[in-house]
């Protein structure tokens, strides 16, 4: 594991929670507020923290590990990027199986401990995430075969990394569609508007966030933060496909990366500020698009 | 991978996916009208040699796809009342499957045909893909909007397969959209004008009623 | 192989044993138990030895019945399944022996036992069967015995319903079978399989005969789609440790079946292979698609028996098409795939039929919508039973993982390859599909089976079970965290079996082993550092809390109900339809859901498409024609005379006809 990797990771598991306040603050802006501050989410961490965790008596020892084995999926998720643009901690030819798999063991252990509490609530939220998740995952596949036959590579770290810079001369009109498509995979996945409103208060409009409506306290946090590096994870994917970083040095790639996560969230921002919350049954066609966009790049590789 | 017919192609085929996976009829038509005007465009950058002939050739098309035609839509979609296609006959999901499945055949049909050489590898395959997902709207839906929606995007193919032939723009463009204007104006309204006295409705499955 | 003959005449005779001395109970059981036990782990010695890359020799006996030598042996295809079959066998059977302890019916329990073991060692005898002969007469066995054991409740309908299901199916792709040993023997010069493998058959039209009756045959045992409509019948009726062998271990007979053809075969066809894929991604998808409809528990667990053999056959597939198109690491990581999953799901699924039998037990029911909150009230049950989903949906760090990975990674091999292999990378977008749909299909039945509250008194009062049932769901479980958190142990054998099938060389699998157990520890050390991180800053805070005033949590409270003033109820919860409804909606036509409505009545039924659509038309059709040929037959016997005359003639006259010719 390189010096400038373990870097970077560290890079990305600090700057994490700035994400959401970023893509906030772009919208307030764009909307005419002044808004909550860009390290609102700080705030809310520590604050948390130091509250009093309060259980139901229906749920079990699920509910309390689900917050936990989201957090720790995520960051083994973490390792396989390619974040200084060259290669991950963590690499082996596909790799890109096993990503997909953490997040995939993040939204189970989420699901589960949402439906430990016996509350229509969770049940409602927990329903739609899978039904989400269900085009979700084929969408994803989509995007990463496009980058595995546009690269002839079968690691993360390859596909984001120096081939891929390559990649862009000889099918550039392939991964601009593969990049789209990875963005649209990243409003859905992290509840975004226009797939869900992170500032909606009505428990019956809600999908991530009702999910998680009986955690408190420490929980909570672990939640906020999770939510938080899973936007991060899927920004750093978006930028790596559209800004292959590898011919930088050591230092610009690290502030590269800073800065290309800074620019995705605020195109979510920018995106949120636009459009408006889709009907919930148009969601699966918004991800179905997604991946017909991707299939596109695929034939037009394999042609 | 960057040339200009070749964007301009990438976006005819994305308007395409656009028409199959919305449900809004203004979005069809802002659709079509977009393909239009990459049509025109593309009979300016793919003729051998500019002249009077073809930058009229080009107005025209532009006027008449981009402009003429969906404005005439949009005023056929006010006086109906309708905005939406609710329930067709092949739902929108399965719609976008069947349009990529078009592109992976149109694409994999042209490789086999015996044409010559062609500068712009591109343009048959993605006429071919045009042309069936035409089919496809024509085929799926339910209100005669649509349908007409689905048999412009039919003409769009059909034109982009003209413009194969370098040589000279051929007589059969311009009667193309001369033939789009004809058919579009005469059809719809009288079609528009009947199901909507008869019926008060533009549902065309509704046509079936009309038996003895 | 002297050791698996011990192992199997051990069972025969604790089938003996449990028989004849049915009246004392005690003695009988324990007896059963410890003959079983013995024989499992005999038996399964040898099988880790040739896994482990030591060759056994075959054991050869000379026969009076045509159809030349009876050969066993045991090769790492045979290591395999015989692995799984030992350690499910004698799980379930000890399992069955817990079940059966309340019965009053002690003659029926000991039948039951006895026809268990004998269950079990005729599936030992099939895949150590080398000729054809004892193949099929164990395949037989096999049937009968599986039979048998399914109808062990009689009085009950839909058991004799199930059977009957089961018995002719089975007899149908016997026949089928029976047909392509017969074509391809007839080029050979004895029914041994060396003979078969070094006579393939001689045209191309022949050979595709033998493949399609091959599949037809082993795909209605295995209980691929379309040819599946008994699978979820006869496993529904099946008492659970019965259910758990059928799905774990006779299912996997047919993959067997393929797998043997196969190997047997030096150049399979490539568009085997693109069939393979085909009926895989379609069994997949539509397996799981059906499971999440159900809420019959067991009809849900059959039904997504029938996905995983659709990722099997994604495995085959690709190796298939790997050894068709020359792409060797292809061809091995996919046959290695389908290999490891077999022996995967035998371990998981069966671990959920027990777990189920385990439920069913405690509640009397396999309603899952009347159940809830058995977390709470059966503990074990409950753990084991998250171990088995974890392990079936294909989530890191458990074995289905493994599997699932070995299989994309061929697929994904195929992409970058050259030429028309590049296609097959898309069956790796169906692979996805079926995992997120698997996804749904757990998360909902763990959920409401064992999360939430009690919707029914049955579910309130429900107590764990006896620890003879919960200790060989834990053995099993505990295979299958040990298979998953140490893939050292598992991918080099898989990766021998896959070789062999692919028939690539052993550099070339040797240096795929040190490369797959490379990535695999670093991916274990990914997430042992993800888990170092999370751990080490939950020990920070709470050092941090245990320095200040914060109040420790309380856990009595009520589920908060949005300020509701009466407490939330059990009917509150969501149901299992309500949770897959959304997802069964994104696929509507082929979800095989029914709707009844009436003014003031609600009511979805889950039906199986493929048995009310086309098996059972089909059938009434046959039962027509039937009923018009019989009309041929009067009962006189001047008749029948006529009839006989008549063929009589024709023959006569086509002798003469062809001889003219001639």
Request: with cysteine; net charge positive.
């Amino acid at each position: 594991m390189s010096r400038n990797a373990l870097i970077s990771l560290i890079v990305l598991l600090v700057a994490a929670p700035l994400l959401p306040g970023i893509a906030l603050k772009t919208k307030s802006v764009l909307t005419g507020r002044r808004g909550a501050p860009v390290l609102q989410v700080y705030y809310d961490l520590w604050k948390l923290g130091w509250k009093r965790s309060v259980y139901s008596a229906t749920t079990t020892w699920i509910f309390r590990a689900g917050p936990a084995v989201m957090l720790v999926s995520l960051v083994a998720a973490a390792l396989f990027l390619p974040l200084d643009g060259r290669a991950a901690p963590a690499a082996f030819a596909g790799d890109l199986v096993a990503f997909a798999a953490l997040l995939a063991l993040g939204r189970f252990a989420l699901v589960l401990a949402g439906l430990d509490t016996g509350s229509s609530f969770e049940g409602m939220g927990a329903s739609r995430e899978v039904t989400f998740a269900t085009f979700a995952e084929p969408a994803l596949f989509l995007c990463l075969i496009a980058l595995v036959l546009a690269t002839g590579e079968l690691s993360l770290s390859g596909m984001l990394g120096a081939p891929l810079a390559a990649a862009w001369t000889r099918a550039p009109a392939s991964l601009s569609l593969v990049g789209i498509s990875l963005f649209v995979l990243l409003l859905v996945e992290n509840s975004r508007v226009p797939a869900d409103d992170p500032a909606t208060h009505l428990e019956l409009t809600m999908i991530h966030e009702v999910i998680v409506l009986d955690h408190g306290g420490p929980d909570l946090a672990v939640i906020l933060y999770s939510s938080a590096l899973k936007l991060a994870l899927f920004a750093a994917l978006v930028a790596s496909v559209f800004v292959p970083r590898a011919r930088l040095g050591a230092a610009a790639s690290v502030v590269a990366l800073l800065a290309a996560l800074i620019l995705v969230s605020a195109a979510v921002g920018v995106v949120e500020s636009a459009m408006a919350r889709l009907r919930l049954t148009r969601v699966p066609q918004l991800l179905a698009g997604a991946g017909a966009l991707a299939c596109f790049g695929i034939v037009l590789l394999l042609a | 991978m960057h040339t200009a017919p070749q964007v301009a192609l990438l976006f005819i085929v994305l308007m395409n996916f656009a028409v199959l996976g919305t449900s809004r009829l203004s979005t069809c038509i802002r659709a079509v009208a977009v393909q239009g005007l990459l049509l025109g465009v593309l009979a300016l950058l793919l003729a051998p040699r500019f002249s009077l002939h073809t930058g009229v050739l080009a107005l025209g098309t532009i006027v008449v796809k981009a402009v003429t035609l969906p404005w005439f839509l949009a005023w056929a979609i006010r006086e109906a009342a309708v905005r939406r296609e609710v329930e067709p006959l092949v739902g929108f999901n399965a719609s976008l499957l069947l349009g990529v499945l078009a592109v992976a055949l149109a694409f994999a049909i042209a490789a086999r045909l015996p044409l010559p050489g062609m500068q712009q590898e591109l343009l048959v395959p993605v006429s071919l893909a045009t042309v069936i997902t035409g089919f496809i709207v024509l085929t799926a839906r339910r209100k005669a909007l649509t349908q007409v929606v689905g048999y412009l995007v039919l003409e769009n193919g059909i034109y982009l397969f003209g413009l194969t032939q370098t040589e000279s723009m051929p007589f059969l463009l311009e009667l193309g959209v001369l033939l789009d204007l004809f058919v579009v104006v005469f059809i719809m309204g009288i079609v528009v004008f009947h199901i909507n006295r008869e019926f008060d409705s533009l549902d065309s499955a509704r046509l079936e009623e009309l038996t003895d | 192989m002297m050791l698996v003959a011990a192992g199997i005449l051990l069972m025969l005779v604790a089938a003996l044993t449990v028989a004849a001395l049915w009246r004392r109970v005690a003695l009988s059981d324990t007896a059963f138990r410890l003959f079983m036990v013995l024989g499992c782990t005999l038996g399964a010695i040898p099988a880790v030895r040739v896994l482990s890359g030591a060759a056994v020799p075959d054991v050869r006996l000379a026969s009076l019945v045509p159809g030349g030598d009876w050969v066993f042996g045991i090769d790492t295809l045979s290591a395999v399944f015989l692995l799984a079959i030992f350690l499910v066998g004698g799980a379930c059977a000890l399992y069955g022996v817990a079940y059966a302890e309340h019965d009053h019916d002690r003659r029926r329990a000991a039948g039951a036992h006895a026809l268990l073991a004998v269950l079990v060692a005729a599936l030992a005898l099939v895949v150590t069967a080398q000729a054809v002969v004892p193949f099929l007469i164990a395949w037989e066995v096999m049937a009968v015995a599986g039979y048998l054991t399914i109808i062990s409740e009689p009085e009950r309908a839909e058991v004799r319903r199930g059977g009957l299901l089961y018995l002719v199916a089975t007899h149908t792709g016997t026949l089928a079978l029976f047909a392509v040993f017969a074509i391809w023997g007839n080029g050979a010069r004895d029914l041994t399989f060396a003979s078969l493998a070094a006579h393939p058959p001689a045209s191309a039209g022949v050979l595709a005969l033998v493949l399609w009756l091959a599949l037809a045959g082993f795909g209605v045992k295995a209980g691929i789609v379309p040819l599946h409509f008994w699978l979820p019948e006869a496993h529904a009726a099946a008492p659970s440790h019965i259910s758990a062998i059928m799905s774990g271990l006779v299912i996997k007979m047919g993959i067997y079946g393929v797998m043997r053809i196969i190997a047997l075969l030096v150049a399979p066809p490539v568009w085997f292979g693109w069939v393979l894929l085909a009926l895989g991604a379609t069994s997949g998808f539509l397996g799981v698609l059906w499971a999440l409809a159900q809420h019959d528990l067991k009809r849900l667990l059959a039904f997504h028996s029938v996905e995983n053999i659709g990722i099997i056959l994604l495995g085959l597939g690709a190796g298939v098409l790997g050894v068709g198109y020359g792409h060797p690491v292809m061809a091995t990581l996919g046959f290695a795939g389908a290999a490891l999953h077999t022996f995967n799901h035998a371990l998981f699924k069966s671990l959920l039929f027990l777990g189920a039998g385990s439920v069913g037990h405690a509640t009397g029911t396999r309603d899952i919508e009347r159940l809830g909150g058995l977390a709470k009230r059966m503990p074990r049950t409950a753990a084991v039973f998250l171990i088995g989903s974890v392990a079936i949906v294909g989530l890191p760090p458990l074995n289905g993982f493994l599997s699932e990975w070995l299989v994309y990674r061929s697929l994904f091999q195929g992409g970058v390859g050259t030429g028309s292999a590049r296609f097959v990378v898309v069956a790796a977008v169906a692979l996805a599909l079926i995992g997120g749909l698997a996804l749904a299909c757990f998360a909902k039945v763990v959920a409401v089976i064992f999360l939430g509250n009690p919707r029914d008194p049955l579910a309130r009062e429900a107590r764990e079970s006896a620890s003879g049932i919960t200790r060989p769901m834990a053995v099993l479980a505990g295979a299958c965290v040990v298979t998953g958190l140490a893939p050292v142990l598992v991918l080099p054998p898989a990766l021998r079996v896959g070789s062999m099938l692919a028939r690539s060389a052993s550099r070339d699998t040797m240096s795929l082993v040190s490369a797959a157990n490379g990535p695999v520890t670093v991916f274990v050390l990914a997430l042992a550092a993800g888990i170092a991180l999370a751990a080490g800053i939950a020990l920070a805070w709470a050092a941090r809390r245990a320095r200040s005033s914060v109040q420790p949590s309380r856990t009595s409270v009520e589920t908060w109900a949005c300020a509701y003033p009466v407490p939330l109820t059990a009917r509150a919860q969501y149901t299992a339809s309500s949770f897959a409804a959304p997802v069964l909606a994104l696929f509507r036509p082929v979800t095989g859901v029914s709707v009844r409505r009436t003014a003031h009545s609600f009511a979805t039924h889950a039906v199986d498409p493929v048995r009310t659509g086309l098996v059972l038309p089909a059938w009434r059709g046959v039962a027509q024609a039937a009923d018009r040929i019989r009309r041929l037959h009067r009962g006189r016997i001047s008749l029948h005379l006529a009839y006989v005359i008549a063929v009589v003639i024709v023959l006569l006259v086509y002798l003469i006809a062809a001889g003219g010719a001639s």
